[in-house]
């Protein structure tokens, strides 16, 4: 039976006036691909931040892996981004001076941890960069440098990968490759994966897509195409205020 990788209940998040998420209610099963989507001001970077931990919403729960965030300390909830939880950005924010074997072996060091080179080789090898190991960034294209973030945000094996806009500074060639990876990763891992995208093209590589509208659930496409889910954002974006 799959259980929720991530589970939002009456997820409210105001900023002062603005209510940048209403009552949001959403599961993200174990081992599935979910993209979000709406227009600008949408809630959607909100939504990531709250379900990974890095916001806290103003009021509702939300659960990871089976632990309820709302209670956590701020320690507690370091230590279960840490272990637990791997992000993936538009920006690689990759550290110069550090060869690629070095940033992806980044997160266990932080952590304390003794860093198993195999391990990290291994990972490199998910992405296909085993014989760039000892690259720094400037030697590597924007699409290798995304693959070693992606390395680095699996070393801890976490259970949830979240994704924000990761292929929004690739060109099209390079994207699909780095999604093309995401996909396997869910498919033959059971990894999850929940990413926030602009790109229908993006979003079709998901099992789902939800779509947001003024911090609102406004709807679900399940196996998307490109097509529709282009088609159902420019119903959304006609979508009075």
Same mark, same amino acid.
């Given at each position: 039976?799959?259980?929720?990788?991530?589970?939002?209940?009456?997820?409210?998040?105001?900023?002062?006036?603005?209510?940048?998420?209403?009552?949001?209610?959403?599961?993200?099963?174990?081992?599935?691909?979910?993209?979000?989507?709406?227009?600008?001001?949408?809630?959607?970077?909100?939504?990531?931040?709250?379900?990974?931990?890095?916001?806290?919403?103003?009021?509702?729960?939300?659960?990871?892996?089976?632990?309820?965030?709302?209670?956590?300390?701020?320690?507690?909830?370091?230590?279960?981004?840490?272990?637990?939880?791997?992000?993936?950005?538009?920006?690689?924010?990759?550290?110069?001076?550090?060869?690629?074997?070095?940033?992806?072996?980044?997160?266990?060091?932080?952590?304390?941890?003794?860093?198993?080179?195999?391990?990290?080789?291994?990972?490199? #090898?998910? *992405?296909? !960069? &085993?014989?760039?190991?000892?690259? +720094? /960034?400037?030697? @590597?294209? %924007?699409?290798?440098? #995304?693959? *070693?973030? !992606? &390395?680095?945000?699996?070393?801890? +094996? /976490?259970?949830? @990968?979240? %994704?924000?806009?990761?292929?929004?500074?690739?060109?099209?060639?390079?994207?699909?490759?780095?999604?093309?990876? @995401?996909?396997?990763?869910?498919?033959?891992?059971?990894?999850?994966?929940?990413?926030?995208?602009?790109?229908?093209?993006?979003?079709?590589?998901?099992?789902?897509?939800?779509?947001?509208?003024?911090?609102?659930?406004?709807?679900?496409?399940?196996?998307?195409?490109?097509?529709?889910?282009?088609?159902?954002?420019?119903?959304?974006?006609?979508?009075?205020?």
């Amino acid at each position: 039976m799959t259980h929720d990788a991530v589970r939002l209940d009456s997820v409210t998040r105001t900023y002062g006036p603005v209510t940048a998420l209403d009552a949001v209610s959403l599961a993200f099963p174990a081992g599935t691909f979910t993209a979000v989507m709406g227009p600008s001001g949408s809630g959607k970077s909100t939504l990531l931040q709250c379900a990974a931990g890095l916001d806290r919403p103003t009021s509702g729960s939300v659960t990871v892996g089976g632990t309820e965030l709302t209670g956590l300390s701020e320690r507690r909830l370091t230590l279960l981004r840490r272990e637990r939880i791997g992000f993936v950005f538009q920006a690689f924010n990759l550290l110069p001076s550090l060869t690629a074997e070095q940033n992806v072996a980044l997160p266990l060091r932080l952590a304390g941890k003794r860093v198993p080179r195999a391990r990290v080789r291994q990972a490199l #090898q998910q *992405v296909g !960069l &085993a014989d760039r190991a000892r690259h +720094r /960034p400037a030697q @590597l294209s %924007g699409g290798q440098q #995304q693959r *070693v973030a !992606l &390395a680095r945000a699996l070393i801890t +094996r /976490p259970d949830v @990968l979240f %994704g924000d806009e990761p292929t929004g500074a690739l060109d099209t060639r390079t994207g699909h490759e780095v999604l093309g990876l @995401l996909r396997a990763m869910v498919d033959r891992e059971g990894q999850t994966v929940i990413m926030v995208t602009h790109d229908p093209v993006a979003a079709a590589c998901a099992d789902r897509v939800v779509f947001l509208v003024d911090g609102r659930v406004h709807g679900e496409l399940a196996g998307p195409s490109a097509d529709a889910v282009a088609a159902r954002m420019t119903r959304l974006e006609a979508v009075p205020c």
